[in-house]
């Protein structure tokens, strides 16, 4: 039997005879899918830096509240960031399914989970990137 693989974030999908729904709520169920994909991809970074023995980066407050910062920008950042993060989503999921046969299999998944884990950095930087500098959202809550 083939199962396909569980996405980062991926809810259910609606029938095809339910009506559309509003603007407002397919806008929060995008933010709220990039906010879990978003997390999840801060544990898989985690995960590889692990198995390539580096140690993960501190938290910052962009990576902690990139989903609430996003959802501030203009619509054009916050479309491209959810497709970014869906991306890297897409990237990180067999990446780390080969680095753990790789280890299961009793090889050292270190150069290969380097490799992964310079590609992770990389583009989360792009995606941070998408956010203005901080001084032009002075966010009070996230302060």
């Known amino acids: ?51 390539a023995g580096v140690e993960p980066e501190a938290t910052s407050r962009a990576l902690r509240n990139f989903p609430v910062l996003i959802r501030e920008c203009p619509q054009w950042r916050r479309d491209l960031a959810e497709n970014m993060v869906a991306d890297l989503a897409a990237v990180m ?26 590609e992770f950095t990389a583009a989360r930087a792009a995606v941070l990137a998408l956010l203005p500098p901080s001084g032009d959202m002075g966010h009070p809550r996230l302060a």
């Open 93 to 118: 999921e067999p990446g780390i399914a080969a680095l753990l046969a790789v280890n299961a299999r009793g090889a050292d998944p270190r150069p290969a989970a380097h490799a992964l884990w310079r």
């Open 1 to 51: 039997m083939n199962i396909p693989p569980a996405q980062f974030g991926q809810y259910a999908p609606r029938s095809p005879a339910a009506p559309p729904r509003p603007a407002a709520e397919r806008g929060t169920l995008a933010a709220s899918a990039t906010s879990m994909r978003w997390s999840a991809l801060g544990d898989a970074g985690t995960v590889v830096a692990t198995l």
